[in-house]
């Protein structure tokens, strides 16, 4: 039976109202090979306290000040020793107990397990699925109508993934999914819910910012040209979205 180590990393600040939450999500699970690092970036709001009352249970627990979201992921990924990595930051929830054992149960050795997520509002009430349904397969060349897949959902061979680019402060996620999506060979599609999301996050509050960020990722990896072609596709797209379903969640 293939059971992998897994590094389940969670950065957090100041969030003492959802913290507790996604926390349990992975503490719960049924597979028993999870190494589980938190990173809090110096929180004043409770969150720490709370992060004690389940200290014994995690491997590591860190709680100093950071430069951002990044350096705070890169903090963690530096101290993963698992097989593969999943970030599932403060205020998301991996989707259900048995949700790790069954996305390893899906297909032995994958360099990416990915699935489908279900989006929540800030009271946690359900939204459904992200407005880019998660494909059937993909490779790398699939994201460039934007990021069909959320970084809480996909689980990544550990020695496919660098350091996050410090460059971006809102999207760099994206471009490290694609850079380890550019090595792996084998995808594997669990056709399964996966991950839940908690929408309104910095790059929504800093929306402007994050689409540049993203236009310049899609650059670097596409080429210029051909990003400004799919982004074309990607606004009629959304337009076309917008005016059958009125909202435009991620």
Not at 73 to 92: I, P, Q
Not at 131 to 142: A, M, V
Request: charged share 25%; no cysteine.
């Amino acid at each position: 039976m293939f059971q992998p180590k897994l590094t389940v990393i969670t950065i957090v600040y100041n969030n003492a109202r959802d913290i507790e939450r996604t926390v349990l999500s992975v503490l719960n699970q049924t597979y028993p090979h999870i190494e589980y690092l938190v990173i809090d970036g110096a929180s004043t709001d409770g969150t720490l306290e709370i992060l004690k009352k389940y200290q014994h249970r995690l491997v590591m627990l860190i709680s100093e000040k950071d430069k951002g979201i990044y350096d705070a992921m890169n903090k963690g990924l530096a101290l993963a020793t698992g097989d593969y990595v999943l970030f599932m930051n403060s205020g998301d929830e991996i989707y259900a107990s048995d949700t790790v054992e069954n996305v390893f149960a899906s297909a032995p050795d994958a360099d990416i397990y990915y699935g489908e997520t279900e989006m929540y509002d800030e009271n946690w009430k359900s939204l459904g699925q992200r407005r880019h349904k998660t494909p059937e397969s993909f490779t790398w060349k699939d994201f460039k109508y934007g990021m069909s897949i959320s970084h809480q959902a996909v689980y990544i061979r550990r020695a496919l993934t660098e350091p996050f680019d410090s460059r971006y402060k809102l999207s760099a996620d994206i471009d490290w999914v694609i850079k380890a999506a550019k090595q792996a060979v084998k995808i594997v599609n669990t056709k399964i819910f996966v991950a839940k999301y908690l929408v309104g996050g910095m790059s929504k509050k800093k929306h402007r910012q994050s689409l540049i960020e993203r236009f310049n990722i899609f650059s670097k990896h596409y080429g210029l040209i051909p990003n400004i072609f799919n982004h074309l596709v990607i606004a009629g797209n959304l337009a076309w979205y917008y005016l059958r379903h009125g909202r435009t969640n991620d």
